[in-house]
């Protein structure tokens, strides 16, 4: 199951509630300040929520500023957490979905609010609405009418290794009327497309699909090519295959008490949230997302895409605990102020972006530990220290 903070599914998920000691490892690339009040506050921070090993990063002007690993990727072999360590990012792969997507607008092989369904081999409507077209822009702000209702009963994920399922069959046996799991209405809601929020997994399994189609090769192909290279994303993965056990941070669970590790899943939705990243790498990324589209010498996408990706709306239906939905991006308050965010979570993964645009930076935090209420509270404090909304020092 792929979530975010709006979207966990309590039936899949059981809480991390017991902790381990931490260590820390990092690496500055410019100017950190307080590092190591930092490192203090973000160990305290963790045992708050008993968070076995997590990693941070901040980015100002197009620059991975700081980076820096605490405890442990695996706590048998007692593996500390690196900068290089790779997390299963979840739900933040969405913003790199969206961003390819919005890279093929700048190419011109698509508009915003072009119909989707003619670049698709198979016939998509919503069955309430068939006269009204689901657009790209629909899909990226999560108000399709594609519904994950069906999607959450039926579990996709291949345990330990990569799906074998095509993306495009797996989207047409939710959306294909006839198919597999598309007998009722239940994959569509009854709101015309457009109109209404509904965090949808399956909108991003389409965008992931339809880049494809569109690109003229498999969506993680460009990324790789037109993202991760330029940006020198050397430890960012698409496929578990592809993510070096050396590397690899052990998701957690806790059962019965005890600390369980949790094993690597594959799905056939990848453009969902199966990236693997580091927290160097992803750094990396969000540095050019706050710094209008550019980082390391590179743009991946002009300054008026950006800026467009960031332009938050209040479609009916949004939660109360965002503020707007953007192109991939979102919105929400931390410590009072708005701002740009996304996060993911998974059975022993739960990770965050916050953005100040004004500032031109970033936060990232990953953690290889199931999402609980003390956990998002953890990454609320750390991502407001890193942005600097609170004083160096205090907490």
């Given at each position: 199951m792929r979530t975010s903070e709006w979207d966990v599914n309590p039936q899949r998920r059981k809480f991390l509630i017991a902790g381990l000691a931490a260590t820390a490892a990092g690496a500055c690339f410019g100017r950190a300040p307080q590092i190591e009040s930092m490192d203090s506050f973000i160990l305290r921070e963790m045992k708050k929520a008993n968070i076995p090993g997590l990693a941070a990063g901040f980015a100002e002007n197009g620059v991975a500023r700081w980076v820096r690993g605490y405890g442990f990727a695996d706590v048998q072999t007692r593996r500390p957490v690196s900068t290089d360590t790779m997390f299963h990012i979840a739900s933040l792969t969405k913003i790199v979905t969206a961003t390819m997507v919005m890279r093929l607008v700048e190419?011109?092989?698509i508009r915003l609010d072009d119909p989707v369904a003619p670049h698709l081999d198979f016939t998509l409507a919503n069955p309430s609405h068939a006269d009204v077209p689901i657009t790209f822009r629909h899909l990226l702000m999560h108000v399709s009418s594609i519904s994950d209702e069906e999607y959450y009963k039926h579990d996709s994920r291949q345990s330990g290794t990569d799906a074998t399922q095509p993306i495009g069959d797996f989207l047409?046996?939710?959306l294909l009327p006839g198919q597999q799991y598309c007998t009722s209405r239940a994959c569509f809601s009854s709101e015309s497309p457009g109109t209404t929020w509904s965090y949808s997994n399956l909108s991003y399994a389409l965008l992931g699909y339809l880049a494809s189609r569109i690109g003229g090769e498999d969506m993680r192909e460009q990324t790789r090519k037109q993202i991760f290279a330029p940006l020198r994303m050397r430890h960012t993965s698409w496929t578990i295959r592809d993510t070096p056990e050396a590397l690899r941070a052990t998701p957690y669970d806790m059962v019965d008490g005890k600390l369980q590790p949790v094993p690597p899943v594959g799905f056939p939705d990848w453009?969902?949230?199966m990236l693997r990243s580091s927290v160097a790498d992803f750094t990396q990324f969000v540095a050019a997302c706050a710094n209008g589209g550019s980082a390391a010498g590179h743009r991946i996408l002009d300054e008026t895409t950006q800026r467009q990706m960031l332009e938050m709306h209040t479609p009916k239906g949004l939660p109360d605990w965002l503020t707007g939905q953007g192109l991939g991006?979102?919105?929400?308050?931390l410590d009072g102020i708005t701002r740009p965010e996304h996060w993911g979570g998974d059975p022993g993964v739960f990770t965050a972006v916050y953005m100040n645009p004004e500032k031109r930076s970033a936060a990232v935090v990953f953690t290889?530990?199931?999402?609980?209420?003390?956990?998002?509270?953890?990454?609320k404090n750390i991502a407001s220290r890193l942005l600097g909304s609170t004083k160096p020092g205090s907490g």
């Open positions: 190419q011109q092989r047409k046996s939710f453009s969902v949230g991006w979102m919105a929400a308050k290889n530990a199931s999402v609980t209420p003390e956990s998002k509270a953890v990454i």
